[in-house]
């Protein structure tokens, strides 16, 4: 059975940082991405960042560009969302997601976090 169980998260002032974690297990993920998404109460899911799990570049959405960095573990199974100099438009429920859709594979989400930015 794929899982992907997310920690981290959580309330933090603007200009402070978090860091979310998703541990996948359950299959082998080399043919996959994994990505962070994002959705506002209100607004649609959005795109934050996502990699190879074989390694390659990542790619990140303009809006965190900078302040955000995407990074796994292979040792550990997981992948990380380093989140920096956060603001309060950040504050959202956050998902992890392998995408095996390129390679005609499934989509496997994570259980969801929640950031809250005050400021």
């Known amino acids: 059975q794929v899982q992907l169980v997310q920690s981290g998260g959580g309330l933090v002032q603007a200009g402070g940082s978090l860091r979310l974690s998703c541990t996948a297990s359950g299959r082998t993920f080399s043919n996959y991405r994994m990505a962070w998404f994002r959705r506002a109460p209100g607004a649609e899911r959005e795109f934050v960042a996502d990699?190879?799990?074989?390694?390659?570049?990542?790619n990140y959405a303009d809006s965190v560009k900078g302040r955000f960095t995407i990074s796994r573990d292979n040792a550990k199974n997981t992948v990380y969302l380093q989140m920096n100099s956060l603001k309060s438009e950040d504050s959202a429920a956050y998902y992890c997601?392998?995408?095996?859709?390129?390679?005609?594979?499934?989509?496997?989400w994570g259980q969801g976090t929640q950031v809250t930015v005050s400021s």
């Open positions: 997601a392998a995408d095996g859709t390129v390679s005609g594979l499934g989509v496997y």
């Open positions: 990699m190879p799990w074989s390694g390659g570049s990542p």
